[in-house]
């Protein structure tokens, strides 16, 4: 696509539909498109502008802001949530007052050292306060560029930021910069939305990669779920002469605590010799049933049942209180995969 089509195809949408008269974009002075900035990196544009407006009312430069108590500044952030946000911008003043004589400023790399301010940041606080010619790539302007160039990869993964650094660099046009960027995150603010985006009426629709090849849906690609570690144990279904089942109760916090489970063994532990020392019970058959996968948020839990039948029936076991023989189709808080089990075991029954 011709890099120059998609910026004339932005400038022209935002002269018709931009947003053009939010309160920062008023004599929109690096201090007060700052301030917007940060205030908008996790937060909508119509929560943002109320606490805009009270907070340039109370800190209407940089001085009163490195000036103020931390406490004032983080109680005109109060409801706007993230709160490392004011606590930088006032580290930051106090930086800009100490080592900038207290003007914002004007260089990328200057701007990037202060805290609490990334390189998209920084180019959206020069370029639409100054003109001059600087790149952002924020999370709207990604999805933007994802869907029209049709960029697999997740965004946040660095080669694929990088390729998209590069792409953004070469749309950036050379004159109207503070609107092809300010059109571009509208685009994917109001138009390009991450679900239900509207392309009939989106100004890219005719160059969009995406739209022409069915995958407005599925760009940009999710963040990959990371890999999640697989624990083992294996699950004693130990029954008595009566058929009962031996649960075991299971601490009161952790994976499912307070619950009733079944006796597990160590992976590779001999499970005859484990019951008779730990529970004072003989075997006398054990079948080994098939592994079965259970997920929690941060393990996946691999269990090996197995179904041991006992020589006799015990008179007692260890730690009386802690067990309890079960009688199929009892009530019991069971955990989860243990209910499966015991269900799987009663309808084997003849
Ligand atoms: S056509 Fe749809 S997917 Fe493509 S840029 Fe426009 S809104 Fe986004």
């Given amino acids: 696509m011709d890099t120059k089509y998609l910026s004339q195809r932005l400038l022209s949408w935002f002269d018709q539909h931009g947003r053009k008269t939010l309160p920062w974009q008023h004599n929109p002075t690096p201090y007060r498109v700052w301030i917007s900035e940060v205030m908008l990196q996790q937060t909508q544009v119509a929560t943002v502008i109320p ?41 930051a003043a106090k930086i800009i007052q100490a080592d900038h004589a207290g003007t914002f400023p004007y260089q990328l790399s ?6 609490g301010i990334g390189r998209s940041t920084a180019g959206a606080i020069l370029s639409l306060s100054t003109s001059a010619r600087h790149t952002i790539l924020d999370g709207n302007v990604k999805r933007v560029l994802a869907r029209c160039f049709v960029i697999e ?21 050379n004159k109207r910069v503070a609107n092809y960027n300010q059109a571009i995150m509208d685009l994917g603010a109001t138009c390009c939305t991450r679900s239900k985006p509207q392309c009939d009426s989106c ?18 690609t999710a963040k990959p779920r990371k890999k999640i570690p697989v624990r083992t144990t294996q699950m004693l279904l130990i029954r008595n002469m009566q058929g009962e089942v031996l649960l075991e109760k299971r601490p009161p916090t952790g994976i499912w605590g307070g619950l009733w489970s079944l006796p597990e063994v160590a992976q590779g532990e001999a499970t005859e010799c484990w019951c008779e020392e730990n529970l004072g019970l003989k075997v006398a058959s054990l079948e080994e049933w098939p592994l079965r996968r259970h997920t ?12 041991l039948q006992l020589k006799s029936n015990p008179t007692q076991i260890n730690e009386a209180g802690r067990h309890v023989w079960y009688k199929m189709q009892q009530t019991h808080g069971l955990a989860a ?3 499966r089990l015991i269900e799987e075991l009663s309808r084997r029954e003849p």
């Fill in 51 to 91: 606490y805009y407006q009270r907070f340039m009312a109370r800190f209407p430069d940089i001085k009163t802001l490195a000036e103020a108590e931390l406490d004032e500044v983080l109680s005109h952030w109060s409801g706007l949530g993230y709160y490392a946000r004011g606590r930088n911008l006032h580290a």
């Fill in 110 to 115: 200057q701007v990037v050292a202060l805290p």
């Fill in 153 to 173: 990869g997740w965004p946040g993964k660095s080669s694929v930021e990088k390729a998209m650094w590069q792409l953004a660099e070469q749309l950036t046009p």
């Fill in 203 to 220: 100004p890219l629709a005719t160059c969009c990669g995406a739209l022409e090849q069915g995958q407005v849906e599925t760009l940009p």
């Fill in 296 to 307: 929690f948020s941060h393990f996946h839990l691999d269990i090996t049942p197995q179904l």
């Fill in 337 to 339: 995969p243990v209910a």
